[in-house]
């Protein structure tokens, strides 16, 4: 849900590694997407299907087991929360998701009002601006490239290798080019869909990016809750193994990623957001505890960083009136933002 972002390049020959990092740019590029030349065509619309419509048809009791865990998960209905505490102003907590989609872009009704009420705007970072991403990733060449002698090549088997190799070929990627890549940029590159690569590339602006333009266009102060450095070291730290070969099932599952995709956006409208973790298992053919690649994923890059930005976030909620907008993901489950904020001695109630 929420989504993240990268990089730089280490090889000896200068051609080589501006050819790579045009390469990479062009990964970058398309993944935040927002500065690519305007496409004169209309923005396509994506087709995927819904998988909990189809597991109804084919699967129920599999469908009955995953509504169960997200029924069991706290938090797990709702996309936009109130935070009171008495002697202060209230503030707002809207969950997001990193997409173009202009059913999530207009976000919930309910939400607009605080927005424009609020004296501060927090996201996740100050600024998703491109430029300012592409920045912070260019300063962290470590973060984003191994230096150690490590690569692709050394963290999978042969066969895996052949296998990942094949599947870049297939999509015009030499695999040279990503070898030394970090996998959760590569798994940033994969995780969206062609139909909203395109759009991007058209010129729409994920909700995150809409809010942070429309509160500077307001006067508004906007902060981020953590930095962009600080989320790369976060995505780095993870074990790098098995992450590629999250990687790689996720690249074998091919036109599934569309149907992946279209599900979690209709969850997310339907602020079912409880169900985002069971589904994630359930594709991944595993359950919570069972697979340490995915857990480690889990803890490092939502559960660690709800710390962080509960922490980040308490002396806006003293002052009240803020506006805080984070990915769903954020939001839910024993650490979530809304539990993190109740402990911090404040009434969260769900909106919408």
Known sequence: MHRISFFHVILSSETVRTTLARFLGAILLFQLAFIL??????????????LLAEM???????????RKQAAETPNGQGIFWKI????????????????????????????????????????????????????ALFSRPELTMFTDGTSMKTLLTAEELDRLEALLKQRGIPLFAVAKMKPWMLLMHISLPACEKKRAAAGLAPLDLS???????????VVGLETAAEQMESLSAIDSAPLLRTVLQQMEA?????????????????GDTGMFVPLSYHILGTTAGSDPGFDDFMKIAVVDRNIRMAERAAHLLED????????????????????????????VTRLH
């Open 37 to 50: 030349p305007a496409n004169a065509e209309e923005p396509p619309v994506c087709t995927g299907k819904n």
């Open 84 to 135: 009171e505490r008495a002697g202060t102003e209230p503030s707002y907590l809207l969950g997001t998701m990193h997409i173009t989609d202009p059913r999530v872009v207009i976000t919930p009704e309910e939400a607009w009002a605080p927005f424009d009420n609020a004296d501060t705007v927090a996201l996740e970072l100050e600024s998703g601006e491109p430029m300012d991403i592409a920045r």
């Open 56 to 66: 109804e048809r084919s699967d129920p009791q599999a469908l009955a087991v995953l």
């Open 211 to 221: 809010l942070m333009r429309i509160a500077r266009d307001l006067d508004k102060t």
């Open 320 to 347: 009240g009136n803020a506006f805080i907008a984070v990915g769903a993901l954020h939001l839910i489950g024993e650490q979530g933002l809304v539990e993190l904020f109740r402990k911090q001695g404040y009434t």
């Open 254 to 270: 091919g036109d599934k990623l569309d149907d992946m995709f279209a599900t979690m956006t209709d969850m997310y409208l339907a």
